[in-house]
């Protein structure tokens, strides 16, 4: 299905988005699933199983691709993915599926969305879960500047920063959109203090991998939100996380709650 959502250039943006009912009888409120950079709605909860997990829990999924993603519409202006319009897509979302208050689980940048999601906009959240996200959110990372630059590098071989290498070789597995993804990351974004943090009222759970390089600890980050609960998957990066069967086991039973 897709939804015409708002362009910060003017314009509009078409959404690719999945609504999917369980099996039987539903067993809680909608789950709305927000992927990562460079991958897509298949990619980051399809594949993984995800599905197969929610649904036997008894809970309608809600998954879309986010603009320049997968099956979305892609805009090459960095403006165009302001973290407040992405925040904005998921509610638009939700309102195409006719929900008004959603779980919302994000992954790595899906996860950076909620945290925008929870500040603008907390009543279309029930709980949360930042997934894939941890110091990394409050402090940038040293390889953040040659992210963009080796997605628009002509020749791989010469990228030279190996996790911005990483990040690159990802986007060539799913054939991205590399103007579109240079732009992504480039987008203007509001990293919330402490301060600011402090004002989530939402149940909110903090998990990543024990050795997720990429975003980093979740410590700093769990302790900055009022009550939130925290989890470390033993063995885990970042990739190997989102798929593993105890970050689906905590994220479930946080949910179920």
């Avoid at 165009?80 to 979302?93: H, K, M, Q, S, T």
């Amino acid at each position: 299905m897709e939804l015409i959502t708002g362009r910060a250039a003017g314009g509009t943006l078409r959404l690719a988005y999945e609504d999917t009912p369980p099996p039987g009888p539903e067993s809680g409120p909608p789950v709305l699933l927000i992927h990562g950079f460079a991958s897509s709605w298949r990619t980051n909860w399809a594949s993984p199983s995800w599905y197969r997990s929610f649904a036997e829990a008894g809970r309608r999924v809600i998954a879309f691709d986010h603009r320049g993603h997968g099956q979305s519409e892609a805009s090459h202006d960095a403006a165009d993915y302001d973290e407040g319009l992405l925040a904005g897509d998921c509610v638009a979302v939700l309102g195409a599926c006719g929900v008004r208050e959603a779980d919302i689980v994000g992954y790595s940048m899906g996860a950076m969305v909620a945290i925008r999601l929870l500040i603008d906009q907390p009543g279309a959240v029930r709980r949360a879960v930042l997934a894939g996200l941890g110091e990394n959110y409050l402090i940038k990372p040293d390889f953040a500047d040659d992210v963009p630059l080796a997605l628009l590098a002509e020749d791989p071989a010469t990228i030279a920063n190996r996790a911005a290498l990483t990040f690159r070789v990802f986007a060539d597995q799913q054939k991205a959109d590399r103007q579109a993804l240079a732009a992504c990351w480039r987008r203007p974004r509001t990293v919330f203090d402490a301060a600011a943090l402090a004002r989530i009222d939402r149940p909110v759970l903090v998990i990543c991998g024990a050795n997720d390089a990429v975003t980093g600890p979740p410590d700093r980050l769990a302790a900055a939100i009022p009550g939130a609960e925290m989890r470390i998957v033993p063995g885990k990066d970042h990739m190997s996380a989102v798929g593993d069967r105890v970050t689906k086991a905590d994220v479930l039973s946080f949910l179920m709650k």
